[in-house]
């Protein structure tokens, strides 16, 4: 009876604000009649404890989470797995706390071995890097208990989670050892798209434009712990103003924390990320190099692919360019954010509070003009989906950028493409991405720019195919004789919303 209590208390959660796809995989994961293992990782705050409690606190039949302590001691950690068990499994009776992990798991076997075979059982590690303090031995003892134990009963559905997918990936599904190939399911929970920060503002009582979501997603992406500091009755710049901009603004000084609660050595992390926001069209990774002045460069490489596993980078290969040459872009919104407008100011912001009208009055600037046109296309790569759909593109098209630099000294025009479409329909999409206040209009200096770069693409590239140009605009294209000579297909914000 006192279990059935505990666990009847744990069901009021609040409601799960999309993620259909995650709890899709959650779903089969429950009703599935073998044991299961999921590895679950993302960016910090992006909400991976917030899905998995609340769809298992309604689901599950017995749920067991535990959160590792951040530079807690050994015995701080066994103490407050001691705590959860006595709270899940005994009806909050007191359990004295395990010498070591061994121990502590045969405590855990001992309660799961009574609960009726009927009912399943989710025991969730939360931030395991944390919990796996120096010397514990927990992975060892997980790898022991999960071999001998759990592995063979079909009610048990382990998840382990944690903030730094570096460690997840090397220490549980990379692992070389006892948990080899047991990873039964892997889970990398992204940041909310458009349409669904859309939906989480409204169930926070946000009733707001889909011009004004975009603004709050240029600055904060689809991160729900940043969202939820936004005010009701507040625009998207005055919370901006008050959360970047105010003396003790929530998200003032977020980006050191962050970085100081994945890395050991955040600084240099820093310093990478900070060397590639720098650039609108990627850097190289030989220029990271280049620049970081790190006489390692393998060191380099292994820290840019924490960063993209974190999900503040992207590693890709400009089109056309197969074989060499990895380039190294941001995607994580509040890192451009805090780069280009927070930290230059972070002095004066906390001597004095700035949050009266300054983010308003600087949101008409040229420099966020040019900012937001960065931030812009950043939020387009993260739907391609929709931008696809738009467009009428087939999903096996390949996506990609390009670029073309002039050798020094030689007389020609280079050419950025933001993206395109490589189609197999003997087509190529150039997509052109642009961001304003009012529906963009195409003159004749755009136009002449427009036609200039197909141009440039055909000739540097050498392709056979037919050349489409496509523009992506935030608040849409204003016809004229211009666009209806060149543009073939468009895609505006609206489109990004749709599912």
């Not at 017995?62 to 302590?69: E, H, Q, R």
């Not at 056309?320 to 995607?331: E, S």
């Not at 141009?455 to 004229?480: C, P, V």
């Amino acid at each position: 009876m006192g279990l059935e209590m505990t666990q009847k208390s744990n069901k009021t959660r609040e409601k799960i604000i999309g993620r259909a796809e995650e709890q899709e995989v959650l779903n089969q994961m429950l009703s599935s009649n073998r044991a299961e293992f999921l590895a679950l990782y993302g960016r910090r705050r992006v909400g991976k404890t917030f899905l998995i409690k609340n769809f298992f606190s309604r689901s599950a039949d017995v749920f067991f989470p535990v959160t590792g302590i951040q530079k807690g001691s050994l015995e701080d950690q066994l103490r407050q797995f001691a705590n959860q068990i006595g709270i899940t499994f005994y009806n909050e009776v007191s359990v004295s706390p395990a010498e070591g992990w061994f121990a502590a798991f045969e405590t855990l076997r001992k309660a799961v071995d009574r609960i009726d075979h009927a009912k399943k059982v989710v025991v969730f590690l939360d931030e395991l890097p944390w919990l796996a303090t120096r010397r514990s031995k927990l992975l060892q003892a997980l790898e022991f208990y999960w071999n001998q134990f759990w592995n063979h009963d079909p009610r048990f559905k382990l998840i382990i989670c944690g903030s730094s997918a570096s460690w997840i990936i090397n220490k549980i599904i990379n692992n070389k050892g006892g948990l080899y190939n047991r990873v039964t399911r892997r889970m990398s929970l992204s940041p909310f798209s458009l349409c669904e920060t859309r939906d989480f503002l409204k169930s926070l009582g946000m009733e707001l434009s889909n011009r004004q979501i975009l603004d709050l997603y240029l600055a904060f992406g689809g991160i729900p712990h940043y969202l939820a500091q936004c005010q009701r009755g507040m625009s998207a710049l005055q919370n901006i103003s008050q959360l970047c901009f105010r003396k003790n603004g929530a998200l003032v000084d977020e980006f050191p924390k962050l970085f100081a609660s994945l890395f050991s050595n955040a600084a240099a992390y820093v310093k990478l990320v900070k060397i590639i926001a720098k650039s609108r069209s990627g850097v190289e990774q030989a220029q990271v190099a280049k620049q970081s002045r790190t006489s390692k460069g393998g060191r380099v490489i292994e820290r840019l692919k924490q960063l993209e596993e974190a999900g503040f980078i992207l590693s890709f290969l400009p089109h056309g360019r197969q074989q060499k040459g990895v380039y190294y872009k941001i995607i994580d919104e509040y890192t451009l954010f805090y780069f280009h407008w927070i930290e230059p100011y972070l002095k004066s912001t906390r001597k004095q509070d700035q949050s009266e009208g300054y983010w308003t009055t600087m949101a008409h600037t040229p420099a966020w003009k040019s900012w937001s046109g960065l931030a812009f296309e950043a939020v387009c790569h993260k739907h391609l989906a929709q931008i696809r759909k738009a467009l009428r593109i087939d999903v096996d098209a390949e996506i990609g950028s390009w670029q073309y630099v002039p050798r020094k000294k030689k007389n020609e025009r280079g050419a950025q493409v933001d993206l395109l479409f490589d189609r197999h329909d003997n087509v190529i999409t150039l997509c052109e991405i642009k961001h304003s206040d009012k529906p963009f209009v195409i003159d004749k200096e755009c136009a002449a720019n427009l036609q200039m770069k197909k141009e440039i693409y055909k000739s540097q590239t050498q392709t056979k195919k037919d050349i489409f140009l496509a523009l992506i605009a935030s608040n849409g294209l204003k016809d004229n004789s211009h666009s209806a000579t060149l543009i073939s297909q468009r895609a505006s914000l609206e489109d990004l919303f749709r599912f």
